[in-house]
């Protein structure tokens, strides 16, 4: 019982708790950041692309191409999302080069290799690998410039750190599971350790604990924007 749940649907309901930290906020009509809207945009589209591969799964189909789809929007969103945060003009051009030639990249790969059925493991290597580049550079902005996020900063410091960690822990395994699925095949399914089964589950506990973070994070910083909210209508009153 929990193996479908572990290596289907945790997937699809960890970007939905994040979707839901920002609740309190869209009902009572809170201003968001623009950066903000932009990373509930990206959790909002992962819930849904990753909610239909898991209903597609559930069916016995394939859904390889909702998962393509998944990587080119995570790539495109959190691109933005990082280009609006970050403030050194250089590390902005940086952004929008690496979004650029990982946009060319993901579609090169994807029309010459890619055969529609297996993961597509050299785009979200490249996506993935892309992101820990802008954590990196974001946090080294952080703590070494007066960033004017940084009233903030400690929530939007956490949250990069959970990016952060998935990606980490996601690209090791993007860029090792087409490889360790071919090595299973060729073995037989009688493959002794590694499957491509146990390391999407260890995919989607890293997914689920980063989520889980990042929200806790988003309510810290929704309740900071509450309080700036109530301050800026008492002074208009």
Not at 136 to 156: C, Q, R, S, T
Not at 212 to 217: G, H, L, Y
């Amino acid at each position: 019982m929990w193996r479908p749940f572990l290596f289907n649907y945790l997937e699809a309901l960890s970007p939905l708790v994040v979707v839901l930290a920002f609740v309190p906020c869209l009902w009572r009509g809170w201003p968001l950041p623009p950066f903000m809207r932009t990373l509930f945009a990206y959790f909002v589209c992962c819930a849904i692309i990753q909610g239909v591969a898991a209903y597609i799964a559930s069916l016995g189909k394939n859904n390889i191409v909702w998962y393509t789809l998944n990587g080119f929007i995570t790539l495109i969103l959190l691109s933005r999302f990082f280009y609006q945060i970050l403030q050194r003009p250089l590390y902005k051009r940086l952004v929008v080069y690496g979004v650029l030639s990982g946009v060319g990249l993901y579609m090169v790969f994807l029309f010459l290799y890619h055969d529609g059925i297996s993961f597509f493991s050299p785009g979200y290597s490249i996506g993935s690998l892309l992101i820990i580049i802008y954590c990196l550079l974001f946090l080294i902005e952080a703590f070494n410039v007066d960033h004017p996020l940084i009233k903030h900063g400690g929530m939007v410091i956490w949250i990069v750190s959970g990016l952060l960690n998935y990606f980490l822990g996601a690209y090791a395994i993007h860029i090792t599971y087409r490889v360790v699925t071919r090595h299973v095949v060729e073995k037989g399914a009688n493959h002794p350790v590694l499957t491509p089964s146990l390391l999407w589950g260890i995919h989607n506990s890293i997914y689920f604990i980063s989520c889980v973070f990042i929200a806790v994070q988003v309510l810290r910083m929704l309740r900071l924007l509450r309080t700036d909210h109530q301050q800026a209508t008492e002074s208009m009153t």
